[in-house]
């Protein structure tokens, strides 16, 4: 049963006190702060940043906090705080060959200059409940429920890490990576979007887009509906300097360094008349750890290269159009969660419809039935 809201602005009020109330949970216990939000749910952090289009965990984790563990809320909160900055200027694009590296591996070779390096992941976990978490324990799979100890977190630059594409590259076995022609590229949080796009159009919009929408696009491309089961050639996770370069100063500088995931998938590709056989590119790169959606990012960005390619369309995730403008997850909430705002009027239009056509049914029938009364 739905009963009108009455009280206008003191009733949005208390909603609001009640959230507050809600938020902070039970009183007797501590806060969370944001350090304990940055640092043990990074993972969420990282997605905030990364379908947020902004890079600070600081304020990732409050907007966690904030919206109470509600991530697409959280990244709503993100982007617009993202449209109050100033912007000054662009950083020049990563140089994610020299990555400072905390994880690194690849489906294609065992063995590879600079090696594999398994890092921080659950791809080797038991998925197994660990109740020393609940008792205050750090967790983990050690003896007797003993966490093992922990080894400080580095990164491995003893050796350089060529991308996996690279060394195939040189043997001419896969497509060459896209040149930069010095164009400006279009930034689609300051314009809109028109359809073709770009392929740097279309990794902006996938990089903002929906983790889970993306994955579920990744996974029908895998189960015939594209027809790409690809390799991957390689997932690497840690930190790039960013550079910028100051037209007044002349000479660049480093603002720092951001964590970023990298994914580049080998497909295979039959040749063309003008082309001989080669593997080709699936692309993904999004902030944080975010391994899953790089992966999808990687496949949906492959499936979308169809007519480029010149493949057979016909699935979903071939659809620029339809992928491009459904995969924003702030906009997709907008436009469902808006049928919870008042409809009275459009409902009252449409029930007064139904019930004349409704009235005129009748009417139709009980002709019908004298008409065949009187035969």
Known sequence: MYVAAKGGEKAIRNAHALLAKRRR????????????????????????MAEGSL???????????????????????????????????????????????????????????????LGPTFDYTHRLLDTSLGQGGVGGEGHEGHAPATQPETSVEAEPMP??????????????????????PFDLTRAPVSFPV??????QALARGDEGYL?????????????????????????VEVIFEAPELGFELSLGTVQ???????????????????????YGLVFGQCERKAMSMALVERALRWQE???????????????????????????????KLPHYVDFQAELDLVRRMRAEHEEERREAGLKEAAE
Request: proline share 5%; charged share 25%.
């Open 260 to 282: 970023i995931t990298e994914c580049q998938t080998v497909n295979q590709f039959k040749g063309s008349a003008t082309t001989p056989p080669q593997f080709t590119r699936g």
């Open 55 to 117: 890079y600070d965990v600081e304020l990732a984790a409050l907007a966690v906090k904030q919206a109470r563990g509600d991530l697409i809320e959280a990244i709503f909160l993100i982007r617009a705080f993202r449209t109050t900055l100033p912007r000054f200027g662009y950083a020049k694009p990563l140089d994610t060959a020299g990555m400072q590296v905390r994880r690194r591996v690849s489906a294609t070779y065992k063995d590879l200059p600079g090696g594999q390096l």
């Open 25 to 48: 949970g039970n009183r007797n216990l501590p806060s969370i702060g944001l350090d304990q939000i940055a640092q043990q749910l990074t993972l969420a952090v990282d997605r905030v």
């Open 198 to 203: 770009d392929r740097s159009t279309r990794l």
């Open 215 to 239: 994955l579920a696009l990744g996974y029908s491309t895998q189960r015939g509906y594209a027809r790409s089961h690809p390799f991957v050639g390689e997932i690497r996770f840690g930190d």
């Open 309 to 339: 390619l010149g493949e057979e369309p016909g699935a979903p995730a071939q659809d620029e159009e339809f992928v491009l403008s459904h995969c924003d997850n702030v906009q997709a909430t907008g436009f469902v969660e808006h049928l």
């Open 163 to 184: 991308r996996v594409t690279d060394l195939l590259g040189r043997e001419g076995l896969i497509e060459g990576a896209p040149e930069d022609d010095g164009t400006e």
